[in-house]
């Protein structure tokens, strides 16, 4: 009997369900002004995460997905509604709050264990104490033999992994994570989806994770909220009902290619919705006189 056969799909989203919310959107919007002209980025977000739940946010360029992990992490300021934590309402940045970012944004001038440990010393830590969890977090993401290293000697995954590191030694409650793995080649990056399971199904986290790639939405989730852009809605949320743990292999499965095909729908199915830029490309004028047939 195969895995799937035997997942129970209600009984996983009831015991996802029954958990406390740690993150509620109330009728969130963003606002962004421009001289005298104003664009709605987030109109109105309703939304409800529980405790450990891996969220992942798709849509299309300009929908919003970055905004409102910049909100969530306390970045920008938003317009109006309200985002909470615990019940707290957000008002700016806070170590209960990690966020790692498509860019390494790591310090050049530290090593790998001193970029690791800025956090906790920023929050009193004793530089002994902040020594031993940075070392911790290091071995947990198998980078133990170059803390003494700095990020222009690491490859782009090596990167990310500190990164990461930086943002749960803090041991925040939810941790952002906007396009962490875009830069890298596709075989890093299925070994960082990988690497990211494996840590999230071993500590006390919830992730919230913005991506453009449907195959690593559906991979890593337990639900996917696409939004619309235009102004930035939730069009939908989807439950994810695939087994875990999951492996790249449930990518050739007829359960997962059903739900790619949903979700791409979903971010490609209206055209008014795509990145409103890309419907006024200009006729581009003949600058050559070599034509592709010669």
């Known amino acids: 009997m195969s895995q ?3 997942f129970d799909v209600n009984s996983h989203f009831q015991k996802i369900y029954a958990r406390p919310v740690i993150l509620e959107a109330k ?17 109105q ?9 891996f969220i992942c946010v798709i849509g299309p360029s300009g929908c ?6 910049r909100v969530i992490a306390g970045l920008d300021p938003y317009h109006s509604g309200e985002i909470l934590v615990d019940g707290e309402m957000i008002t700016g940045p ?9 860019g390494y944004t790591l310090f050049p001038w530290k090593t790998v264990k001193e970029n690791v440990m800025f956090g906790p010393l ?22 133990d033999k170059y803390e003494n290293q700095y990020p222009h000697q690491l490859s782009g995954g090596m990167k990310q992994r500190v990164a990461i590191a930086r943002a749960l030694v803090n041991e925040p409650k939810i941790l952002l994570m906007d396009e962490p793995f875009g830069a890298l080649d596709p075989h890093t990056r299925q070994r960082m989806q990988k690497h990211l399971m494996d840590l999230w199904q071993n500590i006390d986290i919830t992730i919230i994770f913005v991506t453009h790639d449907m195959d690593e939405a559906i991979l890593l989730a337990d639900r996917i909220v ?26 050739a499965t007829p359960e997962f ?25 200009p006729k581009i004028p003949r600058m050559t006189q070599v034509s592709s047939t010669k």
């Open 4 to 6: 799937s056969t035997l």
């Open 27 to 43: 009728q969130l919007s963003q606002v962004f002004k421009y001289g005298k002209t104003e664009r709605t980025v987030l109109n």
């Open 45 to 53: 977000i309703d939304l409800k995460i529980h405790k450990r739940e």
């Open 64 to 69: 919003g997905k970055s905004t409102l992990s």
């Open 94 to 102: 806070s170590p209960e709050r990690g966020m790692v970012f498509q």
């Open 122 to 143: 920023m929050k009193g830590a004793s530089r002994m104490t902040a020594e031993a969890h940075a070392r911790e977090w290091i071995n947990i993401i198998g980078l």
């Open 226 to 251: 696409a939004l619309k852009a235009n102004p930035g809605e939730i069009k939908e949320i989807i439950e994810v009902d695939l087994p875990r743990p999951r492996s790249l292999d449930l990518m």
């Open 257 to 281: 290619k059903r739900l790619r095909k949903h979700v791409d729908h979903l971010v490609h199915a209206q055209e008014d919705e795509l990145d409103p830029a890309l419907q006024d490309l």
